[in-house]
Each structure stands twice: as structure tokens, then as C-alpha cells.
Nanobody, 118 residues
Framework: QVQLVESGGGLVQPGGSLTLSCAASGSIFSTYSTGWYRQAPGKQREMVAVITSVGSGTYTHYADSVKGRFTISRDNAKNTVYLQMNTLKPEDTAVYYC?????????WGQGTQVTVSS
């Protein structure tokens, strides 16, 4: 089992920045990858960014809509994954979820609201 807790959401003006955090606990050694997903009202949940470790390498993948603006990173000592969001746009408004893929299944956090509005 893996438990995930997101934090860092809030209200920000267009062009602003936010950093989301996803703290993991439990069987984190079994985690293959961790990612951020978002769901806006009336829309399907979509992938935002994923970070994966394969051997000694770390790989990241981003949705086209956030490339160059968002950065996913991980602090293994703190068992935490971050999403640095810059140059935020109103269309980034959504509930952001953290997801961990482990050998025991997929795990989701409870979500954190991000609202981009003037």
C-alpha cells in the first residue's frame, strides 16, 4: 500500500506560480513512477507530468500543454514529488491529483485545487 497526500494548491493570478507537493508513505520502495494529473469541471482527468526511475536514470514526461511551464521533480530523502508550475493560465484551473504506480497497483491522492483567476 502507498499513501499519497497532496498540498500546495490555491488561488493564483494568471502568469503566477505555484508548487504542488505529493508526500508518499507506505510501501514506497515498490513505486515505479509518480505523476501529476488534473481534472477540470466537466472534463476527463488528464496526465500533466510523470517522473519514472529506470535503473540509475530518471525520466520525465509532460503534456504538451504544460511543456516549458511545469517541472516535475522528486526528493527521495523526503519521499516527496513536486510540481513547479510557472506562467499559469486560467485553463490550468483544475483539481490536481498525485498518482503512484507500484507493483501492488495504482494509488491516488485526494487532490488539491488550483484556481488561476484574476
Amino acid at each position: 500500500q502507498v499513501q499519497l497526500v497532496e498540498s500546495g494548491g490555491g488561488l493564483v493570478q494568471p502568469g503566477g506560480s505555484l508548487t504542488l507537493s505529493c508526500a508518499a508513505s507506505g510501501s514506497i520502495f515498490s513505486t515505479y513512477s509518480t505523476g501529476w494529473y488534473r481534472q477540470a469541471p466537466g472534463k476527463q482527468r488528464e496526465m500533466v507530468a510523470v517522473i519514472t526511475s529506470v535503473g540509475s536514470g530518471t525520466y520525465t514526461h509532460y503534456a504538451d500543454s504544460v511543456k516549458g511551464r511545469f517541472t516535475i521533480s522528486r526528493d527521495n530523502a523526503k519521499n516527496t514529488v513536486y510540481l513547479q508550475m510557472n506562467t499559469l493560465k486560467p485553463e490550468d484551473t483544475a483539481v490536481y491529483y498525485c498518482k503512484a504506480v507500484a507493483n501492488t497497483g495504482d494509488y491516488w491522492g485526494q487532490g488539491t485545487q488550483v484556481t488561476v483567476s484574476s
